[in-house]
């Protein structure tokens, strides 16, 4: 098959373990710059070019689409399903996994178990809203962070209405969010494919730290999961509509909460602490999904 990664970054181990893997399996694979595509729109014959030449008889694509570029990036997931061609991930499953509310929103409604959240656009009334989710200790977080960057604790209803009203006063989003503190500072990566949880480890923050991200400092293991928790990370990424997710819970005493269902999992954290190789096992679900036709997006927004 013919297979494109729409990633910015041919050297980043995620794209390069992608490339090798599907080569292996004697594909033909090419990392393609999302940014630097431009596209045609038109009812009868979409296209998309790329330095200078059309891009064609792509089999299947897979995006890698960093939070920076999601507006664009997804207008090109976009047109391939247009082409026809087969998305891994499709567009509008990453846009809706890209906005924090709009996801926790849906997944409650499915009755995905998750710390009690609130958000507001307002500042006028944040002592109510910090008592609708229980009051300190307080998680709050930007909407758009990532990395742990933007994930504060506060300690007192003091401190958690002078952060919240910092971030407002910068314009930011915030969610603030039960402080689940049993978790112990870690957390639990369930990387799905398809309809299963094919790798999952634990991260731990640093000493001190509540933020388990690695990019934090955490450090991961391998880690069994209960069936409680895999149905749950199942059922949040197929909620979301994501094939490929990473799926972060929390384990509290009243069983897994989930933080975030990411649709473009890293494969250098997982694929070290489970010595799995998950790049090959994402082209393999390729090889039994790609049919023409696959494309369930296709003519939606
Ligand atoms: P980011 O998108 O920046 O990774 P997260 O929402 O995943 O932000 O939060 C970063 C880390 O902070 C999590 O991996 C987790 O370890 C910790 N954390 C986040 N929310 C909570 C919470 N409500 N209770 C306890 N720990 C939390
Ligand atoms: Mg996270």
Same mark, same amino acid.
Request: glycine share 10%.
């Given at each position: 098959m013919k297979i494109a990664i729409l990633s910015r970054n041919p050297k980043l181990y995620s794209t390069r373990r992608l490339v090798e893997a599907g080569e292996e399996l004697g594909h033909e694979i090419q990392v @393609? &710059?999302?940014?630097?595509?431009?596209?045609?729109?038109?009812?009868?014959?979409?296209?998309?070019?790329?330095?200078g030449e059309e891009l064609k008889d792509f089999d299947a694509i897979i995006p890698r689409i960093g939070a920076s570029v999601t507006f664009y990036g997804t207008a090109v997931v976009r047109q391939f399903e247009m082409m026809n061609v087969y998305s891994v991930?499709?567009?509008?499953? @990453?846009?809706?996994?890209? &906005?924090?509310?709009?996801?926790?929103?849906?997944?409650?409604?499915k009755g995905i178990g998750m710390p009690v959240t609130g958000f507001a656009h307002s500042t006028k009334y944040t002592n109510d809203l910090i008592d609708m989710v229980g009051g300190a200790p307080l998680v709050i977080k930007l909407l758009e962070g990532t990395q742990g960057i933007g994930v504060v604790l506060a300690e007192t209803n003091k401190a958690a209405e002078s952060v919240?009203?910092?971030?407002?006063?910068?314009?930011?989003? !915030?969610?603030?969010?039960?402080?689940?503190?049993?978790?112990?500072?870690?957390d639990i990566r369930c990387f799905i494919i398809g309809d299963k949880v094919v790798a999952a480890m634990k991260r731990q923050g640093k000493e001190g730290e509540f933020r388990s991200n690695l990019h934090r400092g955490g450090s991961a293991t391998i880690v069994r999961l209960t069936p409680e928790e895999r149905s749950t990370a199942i059922r949040?990424?197929?909620i979301m509509g994501l094939s490929v997710a990473g799926v972060d819970l929390l384990r509290s005493n009243h069983g897994p909460v989930i933080m975030e269902v990411n649709s473009s999992p890293?494969?250098?954290? !997982?694929?070290?602490?489970?010595?799995?190789?998950?790049?090959?096992?994402?082209?393999?679900f390729i090889e039994k999904q790609a049919k023409p036709g696959k494309t369930k997006t296709r003519g939606k927004g």
């Amino acid at each position: 098959m013919k297979i494109a990664i729409l990633s910015r970054n041919p050297k980043l181990y995620s794209t390069r373990r992608l490339v090798e893997a599907g080569e292996e399996l004697g594909h033909e694979i090419q990392v @393609i &710059d999302p940014l630097r595509c431009y596209m045609t729109i038109a009812s009868q014959r979409p296209t998309i070019h790329y330095k200078g030449e059309e891009l064609k008889d792509f089999d299947a694509i897979i995006p890698r689409i960093g939070a920076s570029v999601t507006f664009y990036g997804t207008a090109v997931v976009r047109q391939f399903e247009m082409m026809n061609v087969y998305s891994v991930n499709e567009s509008v499953a @990453i846009s809706r996994s890209r &906005d924090k509310l709009r996801s926790m929103q849906l997944l409650a409604r499915k009755g995905i178990g998750m710390p009690v959240t609130g958000f507001a656009h307002s500042t006028k009334y944040t002592n109510d809203l910090i008592d609708m989710v229980g009051g300190a200790p307080l998680v709050i977080k930007l909407l758009e962070g990532t990395q742990g960057i933007g994930v504060v604790l506060a300690e007192t209803n003091k401190a958690a209405e002078s952060v919240i009203e910092a971030f407002r006063g910068l314009r930011e989003n !915030i969610l603030v969010q039960e402080f689940i503190k049993e978790a112990g500072g870690a957390d639990i990566r369930c990387f799905i494919i398809g309809d299963k949880v094919v790798a999952a480890m634990k991260r731990q923050g640093k000493e001190g730290e509540f933020r388990s991200n690695l990019h934090r400092g955490g450090s991961a293991t391998i880690v069994r999961l209960t069936p409680e928790e895999r149905s749950t990370a199942i059922r949040a990424a197929r909620i979301m509509g994501l094939s490929v997710a990473g799926v972060d819970l929390l384990r509290s005493n009243h069983g897994p909460v989930i933080m975030e269902v990411n649709s473009s999992p890293g494969l250098e954290g !997982i694929e070290l602490a489970t010595e799995k190789d998950v790049a090959a096992q994402i082209i393999q679900f390729i090889e039994k999904q790609a049919k023409p036709g696959k494309t369930k997006t296709r003519g939606k927004g």
